[in-house]
């Protein structure tokens, strides 16, 4: 196929070039006065398995004839695989080594890192010798540098980094893969040397950024009927750039160092590189455009000499539109508008973008055209039904189970997916509104047992649930295989539900990736030693992220979504650069804990800028596809965001060059751009709705609540329209599911303890003091509440006013005492339809047989003028005792009434009784509530609330927030 040549034969494609189908061209063109078995001979070595298929694809679309054979730079097996060497060790067992290597060096020395950090170390120091393996760097190399000015930092990498060295040392026996493919390369080479393959080898697509790869393709390059094929070579570039491209520490960002490396290393000069086929770039005039705006720093002086003589600006950037967005939505918006047009046309389009949100939102404003996109990268496998909820399975044994938990897996949709899933979930509903109405905050066995009992559910699957869900917290540490083996066996039985039947949790794709995640964990469980509940959680979600689901039948034809990589080497009629931001593209590089960048150059290891030359190298390449967008988001988080480089340096080059049209073609650029996004916006357009008024419902006299409690009152004062939605529409707002230690609980609690304290020390007074006090709080609080912070935290706060109130305690005993706890009070009002009702926390009657009432409140207590204007529930509690409202007490006159508060401090606030006295309350009362069964008194919202930051209950009912308290209320008869 090749004619004897003096040099390594290195082809390249440039920017822009559909490189599957030119590479194909070229192929076909050299065997085309061959006999037909030639092309069967040649051996194609590609970079990706999408490459692999297009490049079928392509061969088949053409006329009949025999394929080449086209395996990947991953798998040399075809290229043929030395007998001689063993399997590959799994990288799963490697970092189940690394992780327990490390937890047996921070046992011994903690002060080294943080215990939590252990699974990320693990993957840093795995990357690490991979990368050694990769670049034939040797742990003596790194130990070698010199690290004056770093002695503290290097000390303790020098600990992680030795446990490199040993696992490297021990593992010559067993090779990694990264060790295992530079031996295949290695030992090929030397095969090659003494008897070179008689047929063509041809190995296209990859720029050589790894080490190994780069020892493969000089390889190749030197066969005598081998080559190299190069994507996106910029034959635009001059020589004297080139020779600037030498140094790494200053030239890795480059998009053509890696190229320029290749032709170091094999001694070539740029116009020794030749072109692979006669397939013109589609826009020549836009690659030399580029060329000059990428030059290296040292060099972009060359803007002034050479942009002077770039020519056909106008027809460089015709097809090229810009587009850039207020903010990420306004920018996927016209992306998916842009693709969805040519889904219309016809026409192949793609995106491409490191930025998975970008795609996400991409793919959500798609969807309303119902346009699923191929996406290279998939759906994460940690984000698929099965991957989360084996994640959720793994957390029972890591935390104890609360309603959220257990709610959460019982609705997943493969939870009970056997026979009988609807009724399951119809149960899992009725346990939802139980444990919302009724707790506990950590339902146990006993708990669903009861709720079984209440709601008629069947025992089985009450059982199952128990079974299944409580008592799987596990402390202390297991054996990694005793922990598969617990989520397997508990995964199975909560898919396959209550029946017993086998569910379908490894079924379809997404399984079946799950399964084969849970099986290499099974058979690499003997090389993790032990481990806690929420280490084997922890390394379960980093396992189940690594995997990807994808289902290729699915999506939409033409219409993609493309990863940098696959861009390289794939073509499409339209190409969409998007999200040109700074630490988007290029993404900032990661953070080294191990080497600094000067270190890593002087070991051979890779520069932290090597991802953004391959970025910088995927940029050039398409951009100079037919038709291009380049689109960014100005704003983004409520932040300024940066342009990318690239597109800076673009920008600002067409700017310099007014003279040739640069200023006129770039703001055309923006012009088309800027078509698109009005179209975007119009698309997010919604008519005008007049905000809601501020209701006041007037209903039926007939309608209106007949009865309220007495801590009601206070809200028909300040918001009338909270009692019409819970008396009138009977609305009442749904539990949260996740309970919490929250200031009613706190009420509930503190009463219940004062309660309790007062009525033993009734019996015998020697119980009043501090000891049985706080004694008898600690139990309670044990028994009723399931924090332990909580109970800790409000036990110390009862120990601060414990002294002041026993003293107070004493005060109030030294005249009478109590006759009655939690006492019922029921009044009905002369000439109304309407009863009063409610709960006096405690009342104490003096020697002098009059009343005083008391009321304990964990909260601030209302000051004496809120209770005269609205918090008036001490003065309707006296209005009722002197009413008789009191059930089991005669009517009595009312000494005193005060609420004891047990916050922070203890605080006693008296209603003022003497500027209020009961009668004129109690005729106030019947004032207002005469008021209310007007037919025209309406029910007004947020009438006289405390403060604008106050929020109800009903709130969003009421539409609050499209009106405010100084919008007038809309009276509205209901009937």
Not at 261 to 276: G, K, T, V, Y
Not at 542 to 571: F, H, Q
């Amino acid at each position: 196929m090749f004619d004897p040549c003096p040099h390594p034969r290195v082809f390249a494609l440039p920017p822009g070039a559909d490189f599957p189908r030119a590479l194909v061209d070229g192929l076909r063109g050299r065997c085309a006065h061959l006999p037909p078995h030639a092309l069967a001979q040649v051996h194609l070595v590609v970079n990706t398995r999408r490459m692999e298929r297009r490049i079928t694809t392509l061969f088949d679309a053409d006329p009949a004839s025999l394929l080449p054979r086209i395996s990947l730079v991953t798998d040399l097996s075809a290229l043929g695989l030395p007998t001689y060497l063993p399997t590959a060790v799994p990288p799963l067992r490697r970092r189940l080594e690394l992780v327990q290597l490390i937890t047996r060096l921070l046992d011994q020395q903690p002060d080294l890192a943080a215990r939590a950090s252990i699974f990320d170390l693990s993957d840093s120091l795995a990357a690490l010798i991979d990368e050694m393996q990769g670049e034939g760097v040797a742990p003596d190399t790194i130990r070698k540098l010199d690290v004056t000015d770093l002695s503290g930092h290097w000390a303790r990498a020098q600990q992680f980094i030795a446990i490199a060295e040993r696992y490297l040392g021990a593992a010559e026996g067993a090779l990694d893969v990264q060790a295992r493919q530079r031996r295949i390369v290695e030992t090929l080479i030397a095969d090659w040397q003494a008897a070179p393959p008689p047929h063509p080898v041809i190995l296209a697509g990859s720029t050589g950024s790894r080490g190994t790869t780069m020892l493969l393709m000089e390889a190749v390059a030197r066969l005598p009927q081998g080559a190299v094929v190069l994507p996106g070579f910029d034959f635009d570039q001059p020589g004297h750039v080139w020779s600037e491209l030498g140094d790494a520490l200053t030239a890795e960002d480059h998009p053509q160092y890696r190229f320029a490396r290749l032709m170091e290393q094999l001694s070539l000069s740029p116009d020794q590189i030749r072109r692979w086929s006669d397939l013109p770039a589609p826009c020549p005039a836009r690659n030399r455009l580029v060329s000059l705006a990428l030059r290296p720093a040292p060099v972009t002086d060359a803007w002034m000499t050479e942009g002077p003589r770039l020519q056909a600006l106008d027809t460089a950037t015709q097809d090229i539109t810009l587009v850039e967005a207020p903010s990420p939505r306004d920018e996927a918006l016209a992306i998916a508008l842009r693709l969805r047009q040519a889904a219309e046309d016809g026409q192949t389009a793609a995106l491409i973008t490191p930025d998975r949100m970008l795609t996400r939102q991409v793919g959500s404003a798609l969807d309303r055209w119902n346009i699923l996109p191929d996406d290279s990268a998939g759906l994460p496998l940690q984000l698929s039904p099965p991957g989360r909820f084996l994640r959720h399975v793994a957390g029972l044994f890591a935390s104890r189970l609360d309603g959220e938990a257990l709610l959460t897996l019982l609705k997943h949709p493969l939870c009970h997916s056997g026979p009988g899933r609807n009724e399951h979930l119809l149960h899992a509903r009725d346990l939802e509104l139980d444990l919302r109405r009724n707790g506990p905050p950590f339902p146990e066995a006993k708990d669903l047992a009861n709720f079984a009992a209440r709601r008629d559910v069947p025992t089985e699957w009450a059982h199952w649930v128990a079974e299944c869900f409580c008592d799987q917290t596990a402390s202390g540490t297991l054996p990694l295989s005793e922990w598969v083996m617990r989520l397997r066996q508990l995964a199975e039985t909560v898919s396959a539900g209550s029946t017993g039947q086998s569910g379908t949790l490894w079924e379809q794709k997404a399984g079946q990736e799950a399964l084969a995640i849970v099986n290499a964990l099974e058979d690499e469980a003997p090389h993790g030693g032990y481990m806690s509940a929420r280490d084997f959680a922890d390394l379960l979600g980093g396992l189940l992220s690594t995997g990807e689901v994808r289902d290729r039948d699915a999506p939409y034809p033409g219409i993609m979504i493309w990863g940098t990589l696959e861009a390289r080497v794939m073509g499409a009629d339209l190409l969409i650069l998007g999200g040109l931001n700074e630490g988007s593209w290029p993404e900032a590089p990661a953070p080294d804990p191990w080497l600094n960048r000067r270190m890593r150059h002087d070991a051979g290891l890779l520069l932290p800028e090597r991802r953004i030359g391959l970025s910088a190298h995927d940029f050039q390449q398409a951009i100079g596809a037919a038709e291009v967008w380049l689109t960014r988001a100005k704003r983004s988080d409520d932040a300024e965001t940066v342009p990318s480089r690239w597109l800076n340096r673009l920008t600002n080059l067409l700017q310099g060059l007014p003279d040739q049209g640069g200023d006129v073609a770039l703001a055309e650029m923006r012009a088309r751009g800027q078509g698109w996004l009005t179209w975007a916006q119009a698309l997010e357009d919604a008519p005008r709705v007049d905000p809601a008024p501020r209701p006041s419902p007037r209903p039926p006299v007939a309608a209106r609540p007949r009865q309220l409690s007495v801590t009601e009152i206070k809200k028909l004062i300040r918001d009338p329209y909270a009692i019409y939605a819970r008396h009138v529409l009977r609305l009442k707002p749904l539990d949260p599911l996740v309970q919490a230690p929250d200031a009613l609980l706190r009420g509930i609690v503190i009463h219940e303890i004062l309660e309790s304290f007062v009525k033993d020390s009734l019996l015998d007074s020697a119980l009043l003091s501090r000891e049985n006090f706080l004694k008898r709080a600690a139990a309670l609080l044990d028994e009723l509440v399931a924090w332990p912070t909580a109970r800790a935290l409000w036990l110390a706060r009862l120990e601060r006013v414990a002294d002041a109130f026993l003293a107070a305690e004493m005060e109030r005993r030294a005249d009478g005492g109590p006759v009655g706890f939690e006492v019922r009070m029921n009044r009905r009002l002369d000439g109304l339809d309407f009863t009063l009702i409610g709960r006096a926390d405690r009342v104490d009657m003096t020697g002098r047989g009059s009343l005083c009432i008391y009321d304990y409140k964990t909260g601030t207590p209302p000051s004496e003028r809120q209770q005269a204007k609205f918090d008036k529930q001490l003065l309707i509690e006296a209005a009722l005792a002197e009413e008789g409202g009191f059930e089991g007490l005669d009517p009595s006159p009312v000494a005193r009434a005060v609420f004891i508060g047990m916050g922070g401090s203890y605080k006693e606030v008296a209603a003022p009784l003497t500027e209020e006295p009961p009668a004129r309350v109690w005729a106030e009362l019947h004032q207002l509530i005469a008021a209310y069964f007007e037919p025209d008194q309406g029910f007004t919202a947020r009438r006289m609330l405390h403060k604008d930051t106050d929020f109800g209950d009903y709130d969003h009912l009421a539409r609050f927030g499209e009106w405010d308290r100084t919008a007038t209320p809309l009276p509205e008869d209901l009937t």
